[in-house]
């Protein structure tokens, strides 16, 4: 199989999949249908396809990595319990980037913020 071959099947996993997969969590459902890939090549795959911009890149509190192929302007919130990252909508902080440049003069060409936190789902496991 060819290499570009492994990288679009690797994309169509990450947008057929949960939300925000890890490299491992993407290596394990595509081994499943080809045996002979490995977790490097998925790994280096998903890296290119986020430095060429195909894909966004988001790190985890652990220090594990998520990967996202939704491009449109949004935030995210990562639970400090389970690790999940969520998506944020931008509506809850619009122009945000706008308003730094007119406070600090900074031009912003692109940013990665992500809200920590816990989720409504730990929030409950907590409160019972
Ligand atoms: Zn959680
Ligand atoms: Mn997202």
Same mark, same amino acid.
């Given at each position: 199989?060819?290499?570009?071959?492994?990288?679009?099947?690797? +994309? #169509?996993? $990450?947008? /057929?999949?949960? *939300?925000?997969p890890?490299a491992?969590?993407?290596?394990?459902? @595509?081994?499943?249908?080809?045996?002979?890939?490995?977790?490097?090549?998925?790994?280096?795959? +998903? #890296?290119? $396809?986020? /430095?060429?911009? *195909?894909?966004?890149?988001?790190?985890?509190?652990d220090?594990? @990595?998520?990967?996202?192929?939704?491009?449109?302007?949004?935030?995210?919130?990562?639970?400090?319990?389970?690790?999940?990252?969520?998506?944020?909508?931008?509506?809850?902080?619009?122009?945000?980037?706008?308003?730094?440049?007119?406070?600090?003069?900074?031009?912003?060409?692109?940013?990665?913020?992500?809200?920590?936190?816990?989720?409504?789902?730990?929030?409950?496991?907590?409160?019972?």
């Amino acid at each position: 199989m060819k290499y570009s071959k492994q990288r679009e099947l690797i +994309l #169509n996993t $990450l947008k /057929e999949h949960m *939300v925000h997969p890890t490299a491992d969590y993407i290596y394990k459902v @595509l081994k499943k249908e080809l045996p002979s890939i490995s977790l490097a090549t998925v790994y280096r795959n +998903l #890296n290119q $396809l986020a /430095e060429n911009g *195909v894909i966004k890149k988001i790190e985890g509190l652990d220090g594990s @990595l998520h990967f996202d192929h939704n491009l449109t302007n949004h935030y995210h919130f990562i639970c400090i319990k389970c690790n999940k990252v969520y998506d944020v909508p931008y509506d809850v902080a619009p122009d945000l980037a706008d308003k730094v440049f007119s406070q600090t003069g900074l031009i912003i060409e692109n940013y990665d913020i992500s809200f920590k936190g816990v989720c409504p789902e730990c929030h409950k496991k907590e409160c019972n």
